[in-house]
C-alpha cells in the first residue's frame, strides 16, 4: 500500500536526517475514514511500549499509541465550491471521471484575491 510505505518514510527520513531512532518494524499504518469530520485519516501506531531518541531527548511511546500522520478532507463539488467562494473565489469549470468520485476545478479570483 502506497499510503503505508510513504508514511513509514516519514520514521525513515527522520532517522536519516533528524538522527532519530525509530524502529521501523514496531509500527504499523492505519488509515480509516472519519465520516463526521469527512475525511480520512491516516496514522502510524507503535506495536510496542518503546522510547525513541531524538536530537537528545526521549520519546515514550505506548503500545497502540499513534501519530498522526496524514488529514485528507473530501469534499463533495457543491461543498469544494462553497468553501472557494468563502475564500473569494468563483467556480469556473469542474472536470470529473464517470463515477464523480475524483474532480479536478479551475476557479478564477472574484475579489480581492
Same mark, same amino acid.
Given at each position: 500500500?502506497?499510503?503505508?510505505?510513504?508514511?513509514?518514510?516519514?520514521?525513515?527520513?527522520?532517522?536519516?536526517?533528524?538522527?532519530?531512532?525509530?524502529?521501523? +518494524? @514496531?509500527?504499523?499504518?492505519?488509515?480509516?475514514?472519519?465520516?463526521?469530520?469527512? *475525511?480520512? !485519516?491516516?496514522?502510524?501506531?507503535?506495536? &510496542? +511500549? @518503546?522510547?525513541?531518541?531524538?536530537?537528545?531527548?526521549?520519546?515514550?511511546?505506548? *503500545?497502540? !499509541?499513534?501519530?498522526?500522520?496524514?488529514? &485528507?478532507?473530501?469534499?463533495?463539488?457543491?461543498?469544494?465550491?462553497?468553501?472557494?467562494?468563502?475564500?473569494?473565489?468563483?467556480?469556473?469549470?469542474?472536470?470529473?471521471?464517470?463515477?464523480?468520485?475524483?474532480?479536478?476545478?479551475?476557479?478564477?479570483?472574484?475579489?480581492?484575491?
Amino acid at each position: 500500500m502506497f499510503a503505508g510505505k510513504m508514511a513509514a518514510n516519514l520514521l525513515a527520513r527522520a532517522n536519516r536526517e533528524l538522527g532519530a531512532d525509530f524502529d521501523l +518494524d @514496531q509500527w504499523r499504518h492505519r488509515a480509516i475514514y472519519n465520516s463526521d469530520a469527512g *475525511r480520512i !485519516e491516516m496514522y502510524l501506531i507503535s506495536e &510496542s +511500549d @518503546q522510547f525513541v531518541y531524538l536530537d537528545e531527548q526521549r520519546f515514550h511511546f505506548r *503500545r497502540a !499509541e499513534k501519530i498522526v500522520t496524514e488529514f &485528507s478532507y473530501k469534499y463533495s463539488p457543491e461543498e469544494f465550491s462553497a468553501l472557494a467562494g468563502k475564500a473569494e473565489f468563483e467556480f469556473a469549470q469542474m472536470w470529473t471521471d464517470d463515477a464523480r468520485l475524483f474532480g479536478v476545478f479551475y476557479f478564477t479570483c472574484s475579489g480581492g484575491c
